[in-house]
């Protein structure tokens, strides 16, 4: 970005006065919000910060709600607006240039697809993504037990319906172990499962998955690399959209090394439509977001929210978020009116300003912003412009990314699914055994029948002795099958 952001941190903007705005680097991991109503410009906030720290060489992961974000890849052409801009906020330096960009899609249809397995999204954000109740979400919970018992890996939607189907046919088995099992709780499942899987989950869980090594990439010049999730069409589902990005961050929070408190992070995440993660939250998962929120910090990644308005936010999470820039809200009704005061109540006030008051009054790309000084704490609100991106604001053409998209050093790692042994198999081994077993011993029947009765030809009576013993014999065949069917099923329960 400019000569600014370069020396004093990540440009936000400045004032008329010629005074600058920028988030310093050390304190960039204690996360962030941009917030304000439709049409306010917080799309480009999030463009200017994302391209500011890739910049600083740090990588970025920002999912595209509304399919305007790709032209962050592309040098913009300024005009008059754009100049007039740089004018009033007295930026010297000022360099168009596209920024390096992977671009991902959940479908794989304009970028890379992205897939996670059943294991690693686990049980508790699972049933939020299936809007399971808490009796439903404890049998998925021993679904997964039984699963790691049995040495059976769930990697896509087939693997676990094959678990759940498994279960169902083994409950009273399965019941002195692991409790009771409803039919009627377990076929609830399935039925969420039949609906996942049409809805996306078919694609979305299987291997390869994603690599966060992927999303944590510098270019030849030791730029940050921008990767961009194509969320537009996600944003139909969206508990899909929001469990993903949870289920993101949750995998940087316990695969990432503790750093402590870092020169710079070492991925910033930004979550777009952010209200979408709080919204029908079981508790229990809210208070697992705040602790993921609070210590992944430490780990070096900083988490910025985007959404409408703060109170979208729960009081505990917006507590976290040192660095603040507030588009306008509108204040049209009483309800809104309480928004707009509570929003003000998050900044540290500035005696010169009329927090509530400007709120209301914010322009296109004008914000009120807080950020966190060298010590932590945060500086009293002022009023800025916003500084305009050096890319392209707005969409590249479908031609522009499909070229970008081709020429990725990711190219053909994730395009074709693998679909290695797994639950499905190996239960359908199982099943194909026992199948023959019972074959085998039904043969075993079927020729001692037949040689008895060429023994017993001619004769219409049997004696005392030969009845007893046919009788002893079947008694032990019978008794054999019965030991090789108890075989198969103990090696299903061990």
């Keep these: 970005m400019s000569s600014e952001s370069a020396s004093g941190g990540i440009l936000v903007g400045g004032s008329s006065n010629g005074e600058k ?45 509304k399919g305007d974000l790709s032209g962050i890849s592309k040098e913009i052409v300024p005009n008059e607006k754009i100049k007039e801009r740089l004018d009033k906020i007295k930026i010297d330096s000022y360099s168009p240039r596209g920024n390096p960009v992977l671009f991902w899609d959940f479908f794989g249809k304009t970028g890379h697809p992205v897939r996670t397995t059943v294991s690693e999204m686990g049980p508790l954000l699972l049933s939020r993504l299936m809007d399971l109740n808490d009796v439903q979400e404890g049998v998925l919970e021993i679904a997964f037990t039984i699963a790691d018992d ?148 430490s780990k070096g990644v900083g988490v910025y929210f985007v959404t409408q308005n703060p109170m979208d936010i729960p009081e505990e999470v917006l507590g976290q978020l040192g660095n603040k820039v507030q588009h306008a809200l509108r204040a049209f009704t009483p309800k809104d009116q309480k928004a707009v005061k509570a929003a003000a109540q998050t900044f540290r006030s500035n005696p010169d300003l009329d927090t509530e008051k400007i709120i209301t009054e914010l322009g296109v790309g004008e914000a009120l912003v807080s950020v966190l000084d060298a010590d932590g704490t945060p500086t009293v609100v002022q009023e800025v412009l916003i500084a305009p991106p050096e890319s392209q604001i707005g969409p590249i053409s479908p031609e522009e990314r499909e070229g970008r998209f081709s020429s990725s050093p990711l190219k053909g790692v994730y395009e074709e699914m693998v679909d290695r042994e797994s639950a499905f198999e190996l239960l359908k081994k199982r099943e194909e055994d026992l199948r023959k077993a019972q074959e085998a011993e039904e043969a075993e029947e079927e020729a001692y029948e037949r040689k008895t009765k060429r023994k017993s030809k001619g004769h219409n009576r049997q004696g005392m002795g030969e009845a007893f013993l046919k009788s002893m014999m079947r008694s032990v065949g019978s008794s054999m099958g019965r030991r090789v069917m108890r075989g198969l099923l103990g090696s299903l329960k061990r």
């Design 150 to 297: 049995e040495g059976l890996l769930l990697l896509d939607l087939k693997d676990l319906k094959s678990m759940i189907q498994w279960m169902d046919e083994n409950d009273k088995e399965l019941k002195k172990e692991y409790g009771n099992l409803s039919a009627a709780t377990l076929g609830a499942i399935q039925r969420r499962l039949v609906t996942l899987n049409e809805g996306g989950g078919d694609i979305f869980f299987g291997e390869p998955a994603l690599k966060l090594d992927h999303i944590m990439q510098k270019d030849f010049s030791g730029n940050g690399v921008i990767s961009v999730l194509d969320a537009t069409s996600l944003m139909s589902d969206p508990r899909l959209y929001s469990t993903f990005l949870l289920w993101l961050l949750s995998e940087l929070f316990e695969q990432m090394p503790e750093v402590g408190d870092p020169e710079k992070p070492k991925l910033v995440f930004f979550f777009d439509e952010a209200h979408l993660l709080f919204d029908e939250t079981p508790k229990a998962l809210q208070s697992k977001i705040e602790q993921v929120v609070r210590l992944i910090r």
């Design 21 to 65: 705005v920028s988030i310093l680097p050390k304190m960039a991991n204690r996360h962030g919000l941009i917030a304000g109503a439709t049409g306010t410009g917080k799309t480009v906030s999030m463009q200017v910060l994302a391209e500011g720290f890739a910049q600083q060489g740090v990588p970025v992961f920002a999912a595209d709600v």
